[in-house]
């Protein structure tokens, strides 16, 4: 199947007054239609910027130092502001973290969701009236006709957060960007969000890119996982692939911490020692060497590649090649 | 590639985190970002350099502020008179640079008064809180309301017009938009788990308003100084402009725009001088206050 | 909101009565006597003005008296201008002031607001920088220098305006001018502020995730939430030109409230200056309310939850 959307050796860098910010440095990967894909990493290792890069909604302090990101064709780093506003919500869409902020609070649900209806459907008032209730009863919010009329304030987070799902659908877009959507919502509101996504992706078809630093949501939604670290891929491949064959020390580490229904309890949570490196000075060789257990000689010195270890399966550590001792291959599934 | 490559690396781990960057401190940061605001630093200068003429500008000159000279009344600027002379042949520059001295102590008066008041005054509000702060905050809803304009104008017209009356009627008012920042302030700091800590382990009052929040509410307050003070100048030039200032032959940027005013059509410099160095006092005040702003607001900080 | 407004009020009705009764105190412990040339009028003569204008009788009485006459919107006479009645001589007025007032605010809103959302959409280039440095000066300039300026180079020097009095429209250009700089500095960069921190906010992202051109977010979405709070410093603004009408009004010779004050206190005209105090706060107070009332009606965040937000 040709993939919908590829990213190619992209560079995405901030300025600040301190010097460039390598935010992003290199990624590669490629998102199929209809399929969910989760980019997964701590906060700063470059996800939200990845996916403002796509949407080219990044700050004016940022710019796309290179890469391209090919869309049916088009190469979106390429694109004017017009052809892309056309793009916009209508291929691509996306949804934002906090539902609290990301709705202008002086104008109705109304005419926030009707503004995308009549720029991209070209409907007149009335239709875009009805379907915009069609919409909101679609993201399960009950008395639509009502909705319509009430500013953002009057609506609860996980509300709000619905009527950004029905926003982002009112183009009928082919890929959903959906950043870190349940991060600012109650825990039983982050599932039923998760659900509505994931229901409304298989009606409607499009494919699901969806950025979390929850592993948890990742192993009930996602298809395929990629793991970021210091704006770089470190692991990339199925759900499956990812979570019972973990290649990658630190995709090994964010298993670790998390909480685990077997768990015993005098076992404690392991979290990952140290902090990431600081992408003004990105290190030259492997970004995770300090926080590393495994660290060897080599992961100081040069980067490690990132190589198949299997057609879905890719993973940037020294760990497997084949001068390195193979003592951790056993850790994954020891551990249960 | 070798085989040793291959080989773990010893290290203990605590002491391996490297800080590549230099950790900048917030007032160092703040230094920085002053320094490097092109408009700031010409506030500075000219701030430092109109304080240097209006304390030591006399001595340039041999002339002072007040002896009358009717031999040479309404000068032009000259090598003895460098800003010429006024209608009672007083040279201008000795007055000019008195009344910039005259009018920065009373904006440096009145301001250093709204600073104690308003410190005091919101600093017990936002701290007690409670039925404290409700019936404080009745009182600066009342004064808040009452144009400052107006209170100013009648204090004047009641006390004699002199240095300390006029700083004493601009801080009856001026005080409270400072209390509601320090207010504001400590409300925010209060709840933190700093303050909450020192508390716990038996930290008197004095002592956490001193050394916890006071500090933490300098930012705020020094923004608020350096608008405070050219909103000081101009009040004061308001008020003498408008007849309540300084009586001759004390003279201060205001009286001195005042005078000039009387004879500007014959001799427009003697409007000139004191009108451009008031214009340059609150340009420099104004300037340095919107470096400091963007320097100090941790909100700007990006 | 009619909580909200009531409450307004009465602290209105409150400080208004703290003002009156303390500027009628003040003004009659003022030291002298209101009565010029007072040495030279025979007792009799004397005696008899005192009692004209009720100054013999117990001050307590004097202060009954006249908060009577307030509610009958009488203020008084004027000591200066032989015993003119004070309302009417605001009445009189107040027009002049109410024109130039308010011509300069709408001048200042209009070349403010525009500066500011140019500045605010061009953050760094020239135009941000021209209308930063003018609003920079703007707010350095002293109205009474600028005033100056204004009427001997603009009036005098080259005679395109009339450089004082009243009588034409052309009469009322300078004196608006002069007033709205203040304006022009205070708006443009509260509006740059205000536009540069909503085109920062998360729902600008979510306007343009949806495919909106940049000047539909702008407007759409930017210059609304950006001037909804700008509203809030047309009450400052307000008083900003009332205090400047004073001076200004002196400078240019306009026949109006502020001129007026200044004239009084310059001649002691005590029960003029009682008088003069007293609409001047009733009036800044009455435009600070319903600027905050305009606020609230128009920010449905208040309008629809009856709360002040944040």
Not at chain 1, 255 to 284: C, M
Not at chain 2, 21 to 46: C, E, H, M, P, T
Request: net charge positive; aromatic share 10%.
């Amino acid at each position: 199947m040709t993939p919908l959307l590829t990213v190619n050796n992209l560079h995405v860098s901030f300025h600040s007054y301190q010097g460039e910010i390598q935010a992003v440095r290199g990624i590669h990967f490629a998102v199929k239609p209809g399929e969910t894909l989760a980019i997964v990493g701590e906060s700063g290792c470059g996800k939200s910027v990845t996916a403002q890069t796509i949407m080219r909604l990044l700050p004016s302090t940022a710019k796309i130092v290179q890469g391209e990101i090919r869309y049916e064709q088009q190469d979106l780093t390429q694109l004017t502001e017009v052809k892309m506003e056309s793009i916009r919500g209508s291929q691509i869409a996306m949804i934002f973290q906090d539902p609290m902020t990301s709705l202008n609070p002086t104008m109705t649900i109304g005419q926030q969701l009707m503004e995308g209806l009549r720029k991209h459907l070209h409907l007149n008032k009335r239709l875009a009236k009805k379907r915009a209730e069609e919409l909101l009863s679609l993201v399960g919010i009950s008395n639509p006709h009502l909705r319509l009329k009430q500013y953002p304030h009057q609506l609860s987070g996980g509300m709000r957060q619905r009527v950004m799902i029905a926003i982002a659908l009112a183009g009928d877009p082919k890929l959903l960007i959906a950043d870190e959507p349940t991060t600012a919502l109650d825990v039983t509101i982050q599932a039923q969000i998760m659900e509505l996504l994931k229901s409304i992706q298989e009606k409607m078809g499009m494919a699901l890119l969806l950025i979390t630093h929850d592993l948890g949501i990742v192993a009930e939604v996602a298809d395929r996982v990629m793991v970021m670290y210091a704006g770089k891929i470190v692991e990339h491949g199925t759900v499956d692939e990812l979570f019972q064959h973990t290649k990658h020390p630190y995709t090994w580490g964010l298993l670790r911490s998390l909480p685990q229904l077997k768990q015993s309890r005098e076992e404690s949570l392991v979290a990952i020692p140290g902090s990431p490196p600081d992408l003004l000075h990105p290190p030259k060789a492997c970004p995770y060497v300090n926080r590393c257990l495994q660290a060897m000689v080599i992961c100081d010195q040069t980067p490690p590649e990132l190589t198949a270890c299997s057609s879905t399966h890719q993973v940037a550590c020294w760990l497997e090649h084949p001068m390195a001792s193979k003592e951790h291959e056993n850790r994954a599934g020891g551990d249960e | 590639m070798e085989k040793e490559s291959f080989q773990p690396i010893q290290r203990n781990f605590l002491s391996y985190q490297r800080l590549e960057r230099k950790q900048v401190g917030f007032w160092q940061d703040a230094w920085y970002r002053f320094r490097s605001n092109k408009g700031a630093l010409l506030g500075a200068i000219f701030i430092i350099c109109i304080m240097f003429f209006a304390f030591f500008g006399s001595s340039f000159s041999q002339y002072d502020y007040y002896s009358q000279n009717l031999l040479e009344v309404d000068q032009g600027d000259s090598a003895q008179h460098y800003f010429g002379t006024d209608s009672l042949g007083r040279d201008l520059w000795a007055r000019t640079w008195y009344g910039a001295k005259i009018s920065l102590l009373i904006a440096f008066l009145a301001v250093a008064l709204d600073v104690l008041i308003g410190v005091t005054f919101g600093g017990i509000s936002g701290y007690f809180g409670g039925r404290v702060d409700d019936t404080m905050q009745r009182v600066i809803e009342i004064l808040y309301s009452i144009p400052n304009l107006i209170v100013i104008i009648l204090m004047l017209m009641w006390l004699e017009p002199g240095i300390i009356p006029i700083a004493v009627a601009l801080s009856i008012t001026g005080w409270v938009p400072m209390a509601r920042i320090v207010r504001a302030q400590v409300l925010k700091l209060k709840s933190q788990e700093f303050v909450l800590a020192a508390r716990s382990l038996g930290a008197s009052h004095r002592r956490i308003f001193i050394r916890h929040l006071l500090p933490n509410t300098v930012g705020p307050i020094i923004i608020s100084v350096s608008f405070s003070i050219p909103s000081a100048i101009f009040f004061e030039a308001f008020l003498s402009f408008i007849g309540l200032g300084l009586r001759p032959p004390q003279a201060s940027l205001g009286v001195l725009v005042n005078e000039g005013y009387r004879y500007l059509q014959l001799y427009p410099h003697q409007l000139l001088w004191p009108a451009l160095l008031i214009s340059l006092i609150m340009l420099g005040f104004n300037l340095m206050g919107d470096g400091l702003r963007d320097a100090l607001d941790p909100k700007m900080k990006r | 909101m009619t909580f909200y407004i009531l409450r307004r009020l009465i602290l209105m009705m409150v400080t208004l009565l703290l003002i009156i009764t303390a500027t009628f105190f003040l003004v009659h412990s003022l030291p002298g006597t209101p009565l010029k040339n007072e040495e030279k009028l025979p007792p009799e003569i004397r005696d008899q003005i005192l009692h004209e204008y009720g100054l013999d009788q117990p001050l307590y009485v004097q202060y009954f008296r006249f908060m009577g006459g307030l509610f009958k919107a009488d203020l008084g006479k004027s000591l200066m201008y032989d015993g003119r009645d004070i309302s009417q001589m605001l009445k009189e007025r107040f027009f002049a002031s109410a024109f130039i007032g308010f011509q300069g605010i709408l001048i200042g809103l209009i070349i403010g607001g525009g500066l500011g959302i140019l500045s605010a959409l061009y953050q760094g280039r020239w135009i941000d920088n021209f209308a930063t440095s003018t609003s920079v000066l703007g707010v350095s300039i002293p109205s009474f220098v600028l005033a100056g300026l204004l009427s001997f180079w603009v009036g005098v020097k080259w005679g395109i305006l009339p450089p004082a009095l009243w009588g034409s429209y052309a009469h009322t250009i300078m004196p608006s001018l002069s007033l709205s700089v203040a304006v022009i500095a205070q708006f443009s960069r509260y509006v740059r502020t205000e536009l540069v921190e909503v085109l920062n906010q998360d729902y600008i992202k979510t306007a343009r995730a949806k495919g909106l051109s940049k000047a539909a977010v702008i407007w759409r979405h930017g210059l609304r939430n950006a001037l909804i709070p700008a509203v809030t410093v047309l009450g400052p603004l307000t008083v900003n030109i009332l205090t400047g009408s004073l001076v200004v009004e002196k400078i240019f010779g306009v026949p109006g409230m502020g001129a007026l004050f200044v004239d009084s206190i310059i001649n002691n005209d005590y029960t003029a200056v009682l008088g003069t105090t007293i609409f001047y706060s009733l009036l800044i107070m009455i435009s600070v309310l319903l600027i905050d009332i305009l606020y609230g009606w128009i920010d449905p965040r208040i309008r629809v939850a009856g709360r002040r937000g944040e």
